[in-house]
């Protein structure tokens, strides 16, 4: 057996029930075996492997509060800090029922990874809870992030570990997290990022995500001598990452037909009007469906589906595991020749493969989604610095991190002789790293 197989059997059989970790373990590692087997002598003594897939640490604890009715209700909280090699934990807090061990495991592990590729000097880490803040009044949410920060404030600090946004937390959770942070602890510090512009955020944090999605989809269609200008294209999700990738993409003159949310999709053949789906989702906290309602031409369709939608460039920014082998086979059928990734390991391995194979270009989320964590670390910056630096300023800063993110992934696919395989080049630039400093910094 292989070094990289053997940690693969020891991770299954050391994770039971933890399917999401296994699987994002199994990609790296695939994509690992050549720089591994070039130095496997010294990673076995070294247990290199061994160390890069065991979490530096998770916490777990209750989080209880009271609903509206009176009635204490009881979740699950995490943070598992994967991996300080080459800097504080860094990631985000999710908040959704799906939460559990193994799924924040697989954030945590591809987090490591994502923040060595932006170039700063950020660990990985993730967090968050079952808790679903869909639903629930303005009061719920603030009891429950008061009683989750309560416990967590324990274990983060500015120089220690760094929070962020994710799925089910924006801009009021962390508001109401930083606020009891600061109420335990008495400390102003830059401990969480997101935070709003009044109170030690950072410009171009809300739309960094999918705008960083956009400027390395630009790059990698550049390398391949085409343009944004003119090319269809299709965005799942309606959350934070999705609005502003459309908000970039028709900015460079691509035209957006089809979002979605947890329920179904809109299409709308003339191009979505993103104003209308920011009113109901960042204002009113609405269905994509009201969209449908509101735009004559505009078609509403219940459930998945969104990926038989014609397009050149598929965006899938809502989940992991969102696009599997048959939307990617509709994808390919329907002419689709590029796929980069806004959420986390939304396309299954196997639809990877086929996409791969048909010779689609594609970018995994760890480079892709990057310029999110890589402007938190601007915010970390500011707030070190007790500055503010102008839209214009951050912007620049992260379209120059997404170049070089591509840049770094093309790279290591040409020295590993594989070419346009983004996947291996994306786990091979973040991994040699990571690797360099765990070295460096003996066995801790
Ligand atoms: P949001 O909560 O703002 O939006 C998530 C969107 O995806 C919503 O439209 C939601 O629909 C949909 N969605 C969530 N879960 C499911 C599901 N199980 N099935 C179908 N649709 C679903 O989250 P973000 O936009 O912040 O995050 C989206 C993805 O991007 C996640 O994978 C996240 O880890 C990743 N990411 C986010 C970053 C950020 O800066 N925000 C940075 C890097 C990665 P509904 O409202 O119906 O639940």
Redesign the pocket.
């Known amino acids: 057996m292989s070094y990289t197989e053997e940690i693969y059997a020891r991770v299954i059989e050391q994770n039971p029930g933890e399917p999401e970790f296994h699987q994002a373990v199994k990609e790296v590692l695939d994509s690992l075996k050549l720089v591994i087997d070039a130095n496997e002598e010294e990673y076995r003594k070294l247990g290199i492997l061994e160390r890069l897939v065991e979490p530096e640490r998770i916490i777990s604890f209750r989080v209880p509060w009271v609903d509206d009715q009176g009635k204490v209700q009881i979740n699950k909280g995490y943070r598992v800090q994967f991996n300080s090699a080459i800097g504080p934990y860094k990631g ?1 807090l ?1 908040f ?1 029922p ?1 939460v559990n061990q193994s799924i924040l495991k697989f ?1 945590g592990f591809e987090q490591v990874f994502k923040n060595s590729l932006t170039g700063l000097p950020i660990g990985g880490g993730k967090g968050g809870s079952n808790f679903d803040p ?1 639903g629930k009044s303005d009061r719920e949410v603030m009891a429950f992030c008061q009683s989750f920060m309560t416990e967590l404030q324990k274990y983060i600090g500015a120089d220690q570990d760094v929070p962020a ?4 937390v ?1 801009g009021r959770e962390i508001g109401y997290l930083y606020g009891q942070y600061k109420r335990l602890t008495g400390q102003y510090e830059g401990v969480l990022t997101g935070k709003g512009l009044t109170w030690g955020g950072s410009l171009v944090r809300t739309q ?2 999918g705008y960083g999605l956009v400027y390395i989809l630009d790059e990698m269609l550049k390398a391949a001598g085409k343009s944004m200008e003119g090319q269809t294209i299709v965005v799942s ?6 609005i502003y990738a459309v908000e970039k993409a028709q900015e460079l003159g691509a035209k957006v037909v089809a979002m ?4 179904g999709y809109v299409y709308d053949p003339e191009g979505i009007k993103l104003d209308i789906v920011k009113d109901i989702k960042e204002v009113k906290r609405g269905r994509i469906k009201e969209y449908a309602e509101q735009v004559s031409s505009a078609v509403y369709t219940e459930g998945k589906g969104i990926w038989t939608v014609k397009c050149d460039i598929a965006l899938p ?4 595991n ?1 696009l599997n082998l048959d939307d990617a086979k509709a994808l390919v059928a329907n002419g689709c020749f590029a796929i980069a990734e ?3 390991m ?1 396309t299954t391995r196997e639809a990877t493969d086929y996409v791969q194979a048909q010779g689609l270009l594609f970018m995994p ?1 760890k480079a892709s ?1 990057a310029g ?2 890589a402007t938190s670390a601007l915010e970390m910056c500011q707030n070190s610095a007790r500055l503010s630096w102008t839209f214009e300023e951050v912007d620049e800063k992260l379209k120059n991190i997404m170049k070089d993110i591509y840049a770094k992934v093309a790279d290591a696919a040409e020295r590993y002789d594989v070419p346009g395989n983004f996947v291996v080049g994306a786990n091979i630039a973040g991994f040699e790293k990571v690797v360099d400093a765990m070295k460096a910094q003996g066995l801790v």
């Open positions: 985000g999710r959704h799906s954030l869909k946004g994710d799925i089910g924006g960094a995500t999700g309606s959350g934070n990452v999705a979605s949310d947890s329920n920014c809502a989940t992991q969102e806004g959420a986390n939304p989320g989604n999110g964590v």
